[in-house]
């Protein structure tokens, strides 16, 4: 998979100010103002910054944290974690393995079959509901 590079002020002029002060700043959006922490209609939710397909529905679950969560993405390569040591905590960070975007964390308290909670950020996502182009 080819790499995604653009410019800071290329990838201002792509995306919103939320969505870049997160995927590009790795900002939080506040729990439960998601525009997908409670959207569980089929479908693949993609990569703000370059399309890549990362989370798909059906590993979605309801954590209760306000963020929406997945059991795995959709393609391990798609993704790549890093330690996050801010805020005073050690995280593991996921990021998007082809543009860089920051998605979310990545917590070993997740259901069964992986027993991982990927906590993701709505804004670093685009959902593209099942069916559609
Ligand atoms: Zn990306």
Same mark, same amino acid.
């Given at each position: 998979? *080819?790499? @995604?590079?653009?410019?800071?002020?290329?990838?201002?002029?792509?995306?919103?100010?939320?969505?870049?002060? @997160?995927?590009? &700043?790795?900002?939080?959006? =506040?729990?439960?103002?998601? =525009?997908?922490? *409670?959207?569980?209609?089929?479908?693949?939710?993609?990569? @703000?910054?370059?399309?890549?397909?990362?989370?798909?529905?059906?590993?979605?679950?309801?954590?209760? #944290?306000?963020?929406?969560?997945?059991? &795995?993405?959709?393609?391990?390569?798609?993704? =790549? &974690?890093?330690?996050?040591?801010?805020?005073?905590?050690?995280?593991?960070?996921?990021? #998007?393995?082809?543009? *860089?975007?920051?998605?979310?964390?990545?917590?070993?308290?997740?259901?069964?079959?992986?027993?991982?909670?990927?906590?993701?950020?709505? @804004?670093?996502?685009?959902?593209?509901?099942?069916?559609?182009?």
């Amino acid at each position: 998979m *080819d790499k @995604v590079r653009k410019t800071e002020a290329e990838w201002k002029a792509q995306l919103t100010p939320m969505e870049f002060a @997160v995927a590009r &700043e790795k900002g939080t959006e =506040r729990a439960f103002t998601g =525009r997908y922490w *409670d959207t569980f209609t089929p479908g693949i939710y993609r990569c @703000v910054g370059c399309g890549t397909p990362l989370f798909a529905s059906d590993t979605k679950f309801d954590a209760g #944290c306000g963020w929406p969560s997945y059991f &795995e993405p959709i393609d391990p390569a798609r993704v =790549r &974690e890093e330690t996050d040591t801010t805020h005073g905590m050690v995280r593991t960070e996921v990021l #998007c393995n082809i543009c *860089d975007a920051h998605l979310g964390h990545v917590f070993p308290d997740g259901p069964e079959p992986t027993g991982l909670r990927y906590c993701i950020n709505s @804004v670093s996502m685009k959902f593209e509901p099942q069916g559609e182009e």
